[in-house]
């Protein structure tokens, strides 16, 4: 994901991927065997994104994929992976068609599961007035929004005000708005407007954005604190958007179903390891940007995987490796896999964006909160 | 709520602000060279960046604001530099593909460097800002707005008040008059483009301190301004402030609609405000547009790529039903096609392996469909597209929604998808039949911005979540004949291989049919195709809607091979990348299109396999388009004829020696034309080429074509004179143009027309057998008018533009066998009384009937359909095609066929071409036009020029004739020759002629009877002889009163004046 809409945050995931790639490599591979790792850049154009993966299965006969941040060429191609058979070990939950793809083996927390957690967090904390701006033009805005509505109408009884089933619309406190605008001050007036005048405020609000979006739209679009706070899904979670948004991300949740090198956690060593082994391959590398976190857990996976299968490697034995394991690697809670259920990851946790004359760091929020409705609430076409 | 909606006006302004700065900017480069700058979003995000990287280095932006404004207006210089000015030749298609170069170079440049994620950019206005009912308006966001206000009336004043702005104006209205007055108009351009580059650049400087800094979203932020510009009208800054206007405050807008129930759903939709401009922007378009009025458009590009001509008067092995050798060359090309997934890919040929070489070869065969609709409308019609991806978009989403919802599959969706997008290009067509050249650009630009924005992801469309993802029912029953596993990939290469030829094939059959021979006449000039029988309402839409339904084939297939769609694959972008396949092809060439699509194809599988050039995908390509364009206009196609070229001159190197007898002649006839002065070696050179292929011509021709004796006997009359023969001796070929300019190599240009007594006409056909009618010349006139009586008749014309009264109450008739003679002084309205006759002026009162049938509302070409032909004061021959070709587009009312039995080359269309084909060879004979029948008609002498485009008049077979000035340009030996001719048609031919022309001289020696007009009122008529003495129309033409005795004298020197 070297360019694109996605590149801000997906793009160092490769860092993530071949850390663990060239640890394994020099410390003689797995079963003797180097591992032949084979990166390409799809832009987050699924279209070429799914022309890359059949390539890489039919021209390539590459034996499985590993990560694959490029979320929307998967999604493209899930038919096409079920139809091959293809393993594909270790993504970054981003889609929840991943997480029933029998030959796909998540390691992240899914959008859905992190909205339903987030709304439940929120509820039990006080909150009765929900309201959330998303990206309508991605899955995962949109996956996520339907997804945490359904949770506040479980919670409370009622659908966001605004709630639109197409979820392609900016109205009331239920706000999809399209990537790219060069102003969002009316959108932002609009939200604001049926947010914090009329018949009660909101107390929570939740931003499913992508960073560049949710930058713009934060800096023209938050007036005033919910009572209860506001937060933002894993997009969010990485350094380079702490710090650019400043003071109107001051006291932000942002949830990852990863353990991130913040706080005491940093201290934790298996965190303290995955940062060591990212800064040996990257000086330079964020590691608190989750999904750089994601693609290195995800590779752990995938070498821990083929160290079980061993010699007898095949797709099918590599997937019944994977269908009937658990993987602990200190970075998620423990993750198990098993037929017909791919939701290994249901757990998410947040932390708080602190900026007072610069940004200073995370506090943890919350310790992991599992997904109460695992599995559902997934939008009719996804 | 209004309070409600006036809070939301004012929150609007921000967008307001940014869209009239990139508008305004788009309007004074518009204004100023007449070039469509799509690189203006990489000249507001390229300093931006700059401004970026100057603040990060510690430069206070008092001094890194001034550095980014000035690198745009370098950058925007720069632009008009090294691309606009170098493809002015080319037009102004070919201008605007070059600022689609730039912005592909720029934007994919700056991603290189800075990489495609967001950065913070520096503020230039103070943080903070001011509450407005409990929105934040910030401080740089009322400024963004200020400058573009104080923008705008700065350049309003420029223009208006400034002599350097009057010489800006000027020198785009009209650079030609504008160098006679001493303005350099070069210079005012290149400052055009300065200025432009710099309120693009401010305006991106000021835009992402409020935003972000990204090289994609940031640069497309033209696309609305665009839209902003175009509502404005695209001439005005203050139009395109108005336009600014409209389109913030449609924007920032609607989330005010959320307030209003019942709209509520709709008008919030995601994209809601694209739709609503898009219809905005064609709507005015469509009632600004013009109505339909013919006029020259040739704006498209002029790549000399096909310069072959498609048709060649006498030789019989071009059509495709005669393929000879090259027919045998498809089949083996297609055999090899078919074959080679069978045998795999050789060893050698590692990391290439077979299955990814059909993903290639499928990926290539759905650019060429793609591109070749760009080829058909843009490089035959002359009507530009930059929305092809939309067609094709909008043909994989409806197929996607019959297979989801009625359960039609494959084959039956890739008809009915191809319709849909066939109907929605013709749609957009109609906006087309009201606007020209680069307004459509535009026009098609919104569509391709609004389906991205809109079509493609509102959920009734596109599905929910943005992607319609959806499985395509197979062929038959798993297991059983003839089930056909699409999403194998060999079989659906068969698939696509069987589309693209289909398409390939249909499109050369078109192209070299009727139908597209008047895409190409009406691309070449509107008003000359009409006049000629085209309906060219009717073709312009027949060419959108198969453009549409050709795209709509490629979307059917790309859903059909991949199963799913998704908005991405038909973006603004991929137009782009499909008018770069098509640029880079040669635009006009389907051959072309097919190397540049293969090539293409083979540059994403190279991207592919080295991953470290993945990056710079984008910007190869961008650097490919640029480089076809500056430095090899022809494109691939062209590449076939200059390797033929460089093996001419290898071989003529080779022959030397052997040419020894005949290089002799040509020093000494060197050395005679160039009267004592040194003969060069080239020059020798070209001559001994020349007389090479004069000979090889002669002798190839002498079994074909019986040569009539030098001298013949034409005419009655008066005028009876004796013609030179049509016999080219090789010392005439010798008599070819010498100098830098000459082109000794090419065949077609060694020859000088006029040494070839082009327009002799000699009156007699083969065997010396003389021509008595129409009917001799192949040319039929229907019976019925043939009436004798009155042939054209104009009565009580009157023709007003606005205030201006051209042509006041003036009626004529020209009778059955009359040469009618039309004179005037400049200004008189001659001209506009012979648009009103022929149907290109709508006359404001008054009628004209052709042969006794009111025809005054009829348009054109109904006109020329009931026997009306005409010629041009200023020639309007179609410069692409050969003399052959202009010649059998005026067949076109005596070819029966139909679009679709152009397209599958049926009997009936056959029977007709070759009909068409006997006639022009006849016409081209007895003008004497052989030798240069296969030449294109650029570059012609003007003398034959005029003759063609009477050539083509006759052609049509219509009884009267309309001539406009045709003897202007002609010197004397050409006046007198036309004039034989002229007397030969009428007294041979019975043909009736109505004549404007200032030659006093030669319109008295052929009339029968004359008007004259003077002011927009008839000042005489009568007699020849009676019209040269009437005292009027000599003080008409001297300006006062003439004594009885000078009289003679004084119309000898009107005559001069005239």
Redesign the interface.
């Known amino acids: 994901m070297?360019?694109?809409?996605g590149?801000?945050f997906l793009?160092p995931v490769r860092t993530g991927i071949t850390t663990v790639l060239d640890k394994i490599n020099n410390s003689g591979g797995v079963c003797g065997r180097r591992l032949d790792l084979?990166?390409?850049?799809d832009s987050w154009?699924?279209?070429r994104g799914?022309?890359?993966i059949?390539?890489f299965v039919?021209?390539?006969k590459v034996f499985a994929l590993a990560v694959v941040p490029s979320s929307?060429g998967l999604?493209?191609a899930d038919?096409?992976i079920q139809?091959q058979k293809v393993p594909v070990v270790g993504t970054d939950g981003m889609l929840i068609h991943q997480y029933k793809n029998p030959w796909i083996w998540p390691v992240a927390t899914s959008t859905i599961s992190t909205m339903h957690a987030m709304a439940k967090n929120a509820a039990d904390r006080g909150s009765k007035r929900f309201g959330i701006v998303f990206d309508?033009?991605?899955?995962f805005g949109?996956?996520g929004a339907f997804a945490f509505n359904q949770a506040v109408k479980r919670l409370t009884g009622d659908n966001i005000p605004?709630f639109?089933s197409?979820?392609?619309?900016?109205?009331?406190r239920f706000c999809?708005?399209?990537?790219?605008?060069?102003?969002y001050?009316?959108?932002?007036?609009?939200?604001?407007?049926?947010c914090?005048?009329g018949a009660g405020t909101c107390d929570f609000i939740a931003y499913l954005l992508e960073?560049?979006t949710a930058?713009?739209f934060l800096?023209?679009g938050r007036?005033a604190n919910p009572q209860i706070g506001f937060a933002g899904a894993q997009p969010l979670f990485t350094r380079?958007f702490a710090e650019?948004c400043q003071r109107p991300c001051d006291g932000m949740w942002v949830w990852t179903g990863y353990n991130p090198p913040l706080e005491s956690l940093a201290s934790d060593p298996d965190v303290a390891r995955y940062v060591n082994e990212v800064h040996q391959e990257s000086a330079s590398a964020d590691t608190t940007n989750q999904f750089l976190e994601g693609g290195y857990i995800g590779m752990s996976l995938m070498v821990q995987a083929l160290q079980k299968v061993g010699p007898a490697l095949t797709r099918q034995n590599l997937k019944n490796v994977l269908d009937s394991m658990t993987f602990s690697s200190g970075l998620t809670s423990p993750l198990a896999w098993r037929p017909g259920n791919h939701f290994a990851n249901v757990s998410a946790q947040a932390f708080e964006i602190q900026y007072k004359q610069s940004f200073n760091g995370w506090r943890k929020a919350t310790s992991f909160i599992a997904d109460p409705w695992v599995g559902e609430d997934i939008?009719?076409?996804? | 709520m209004l309070v409600k909606f006036g809070l939301y006006l004012l929150l609007s302004l921000p967008l307001i602000g940014a869209y009239a700065m990139l508008a305004i900017g788009i309007v004074v480069v518009f204004r100023a060279s007449k070039v469509l700058n799509l690189a203006h979003g990489a000249m507001a995000m390229l300093p931006a960046y700059i401004t970026y990287e100057a603040s990060k280095r510690g430069i206070s932006m008092f001094f890194a604001v001034p550095l980014g404004v000035g690198a745009g207006a370098l950058l925007g210089m720069a632009t008009e530099r090294l691309f606009v000015r170098p493809l002015a030749r080319q037009g102004a298609t070919a201008q605007t593909v070059g600022t689609v170069a730039v912005y592909g170079l720029v934007v994919a440049g700056a991603a290189q460097i800075w990489g495609s994620g967001s950065k913070t950019a520096p503020l230039v206005f103070p943080a903070g800002g001011v509450h407005v009912a409990g929105a934040l308006l910030r401080w740089g966001q009322l400024g963004l707005f200020t400058v573009a206000l104080a923008s705008a009336a700065g350049f309003y004043a420029l223009f208006r008040f400034t002599g350097i702005g009057l010489a800006m104006r000027g020198a785009a209205e009209n650079p030609r008059a504008a160098g006679l007055m001493g303005i350099n108009p070069e210079r005012m351009a290149r400052f055009a483009w300065m200025l432009g580059g710099s309120l693009a650049a401010l305006a991106g400087i000021l835009l992402a301190s409020v935003t972000n800094l990204q090289p994609y979203s940031l640069s497309l932020q033209m696309l609305p301004a665009f839209v902003a510009a175009l509502v404005g009208g695209f001439g005005s800054l203050l139009g395109a402030l108005a336009g600014a206007f409209a389109v913030g405050v449609a924007e920032g807008m609607v989330p005010a609609f959320s307030l209003v129930p019942g709209i509520r759903r709709i008008a919030t939709q995601v994209g809601m405000p694209q739709l609503v401009l898009t219809v905005l922007a064609l709507g005015v378009m469509y009632y600004r547009g013009s109505k339909f009025s013919v006029g020259d458009s040739r704006a498209a590009l002029a790549g000399d790529a096909d310069a072959t001509p498609i048709h060649t008067a006498f030789d019989t092995s071009r059509l495709p039903r005669r393929g000879g050798s090259k027919r045998l060359l498809r089949y083996a090309i297609l055999l090899s096609l078919l074959a080679w997934p069978f045998f795999g890919v050789p060893s050698f040929l590692h990391p290439l392996d077979t299955y990814s070489l059909l993903g290639d070869a499928i990926l290539a065969g759905g650019y060429f469909i793609a591109a070749s609709s760009i080829v058909m409308l843009t490089g035959w019609v002359g009507q530009i597209s930059l929305s092809q991806a939309a067609f094709v978009g909008i043909s994989a989403f409806s197929s996607a929604l019959l297979s989801r919802h009625y359960g039609i599959g494959f084959p039956l969706s890739l008809i009915v998808g191809a319709c849909m997008s066939a109907c929605a290009s013709a749609v957009l067509g109609v906006v087309a039949l009201r606007v020209r050249g680069l307004y459509l650009a535009v026009a098609t630009l919104i569509f391709a911005w609004m389906a991205d924005e809109y079509l493609f992801i509102v959920p009734w469309f596109a599905g929910k979540g943005g992607s319609a993802a959806i499985k395509n029912h197979p062929v038959g029953v798993h297991g059983a004949f003839p089930y056909f596993d699409f999403s194998d990939r060999r079989t659906f290469y068969f698939v696509m291989i069987a589309a693209a030829s289909s398409v390939l094939f249909g499109l050369l059959n078109l192209r070299d049919s009727k139908t597209g021979r008047a895409f190409f006449a009406i691309r070449g000039s509107e008003s000359a195709a009409a006049s000629l029988g085209i309906d060219v309402i009717r073709y312009k839409l027949v060419a959108f809607a198969t453009a549409g339904f050709v795209a709509g084939i490629a979307g059917n297939l790309i859903l059909t091979h991949q199963d799913t769609v998704v908005p991405d694959q038909f973006s603004l972008k991929v137009s782009l990348l499909f008018l770069a396949i098509a640029v880079v092809g040669g635009l006009r060439s389907l051959h072309g299109t097919v190397a540049a699509s293969v090539v293409f194809a083979a540059l994403s599988e190279l991207f592919f396999r080295v991953p470290a050039l993945g990056e710079y995908l984008q910007l190869v390509s961008a650097l490919l388009l640029a480089v076809i364009l500056l430095v090899y206009p022809g494109g691939l196609a062209a590449v076939p004829r200059d390797l033929r070229r460089v093996w001419r001159r290898i071989d003529v190197l080779l022959q030397h020696k052997k040419t020894v007898p005949i290089r002799d002649r040509a020093i000494a006839f060197c050395r005679q034309m160039a009267k004592g002065a040194e003969a060069t070696e080239a020059l020798i050179a070209e001559r001994v080429v020349a007389v090479r292929q004069a000979i090889g011509r002669q002798i190839a021709r002498v079994p074909v074509f019986q040569r009539v004796p030098a001298l013949a006997t034409v005419g009655a009359g008066p005028t009876e004179r004796r013609l030179t023969g049509l016999v080219v001796p090789i010392e005439d070929a010798l008599a070819g143009p010498l100098g830098p300019g000459a082109d000794a190599v090419e065949g077609e240009k060694d020859v000088d027309a006029d040494a070839l007594d082009v327009g002799g006409a000699n009156g007699e056909l083969e065997g010396g057998r003389k021509l008595h009618s129409m009917h001799d010349l192949g040319l039929d006139l229907k019976t019925s008018y043939q009436a004798r009586g009155t042939v054209i008749r104009a009565q009580n014309i009157t023709v007003r533009f606005g205030g201006l009264t051209a042509v006041n109450d003036v009626s004529l008739e020209v009778r059955a066998g009359q040469i009618v003679g039309l004179i005037g002084p400049n200004g008189a309205g001659k001209t506009t009384l012979f648009n009103a006759i022929s149907g290109l002026n709508s006359p404001t009162s008054g009628s004209v009937s052709l042969f006794g049938e009111d025809v005054t509302v009829l348009p054109v070409h109904e006109r020329a359909a009931r026997g009306l032909g005409r010629t041009f004061q200023v020639i309007q021959l179609f410069p692409e095609l050969t003399v052959f070709e202009n010649l059998l587009v005026a067949t076109h009312l005596h070819n029966p066929s139909t679009l679709l039995s152009n397209v599958v080359v049926t009997a009936k269309s056959v029977r007709a071409e070759l009909a068409a084909e006997e006639t022009c060879r006849r016409v081209v004979r007895f003008l004497g036009l052989e030798e240069i029948a296969d030449r294109p008609v650029a570059g012609l002498p003007f003398g034959t020029l005029r003759m063609i485009e009477i050539g083509r008049a006759l052609v049509t077979g219509a009884p009267a004739l309309m001539l406009d000035e045709p003897a202007s340009g002609l010197d004397n030996r050409e006046t007198d020759k036309l004039t034989e001719l002229l007397l030969f048609v009428r007294n041979e031919l019975n043909l009736s002629i109505l004549l404007i022309e200032h030659d006093v001289r030669m319109v008295t020696g052929v009339s029968d009877y004359m008007y004259v007009l003077n002011r927009g009122v008839m000042l005489a008529e009568g007699k020849p002889a009676d019209i040269q003495r009437d005292p009027a129309v000599v003080a008409a033409y001297l300006g006062e009163p003439i004594s009885d005795r000078g009289s003679e004298t004084d119309v000898a020197e009107a005559e001069v004046m005239a």
């Open positions: 070297a360019d694109g809409p590149s801000s793009g084979t990166l390409r850049n154009d699924a279209a799914k022309q890359y059949q390539n039919e021209g390539d929307e999604r493209e038919a096409y139809q309508a033009q991605y899955h949109v996956e605004g639109d197409q979820l392609k619309s900016c109205t009331g999809g708005i399209q990537p790219g605008k060069p102003s001050s009316g959108d932002a007036k609009q939200f604001n407007d049926a914090f005048s960073p560049d930058l713009s800096r023209e007036p380079p650019n939008p009719s076409g996804e």
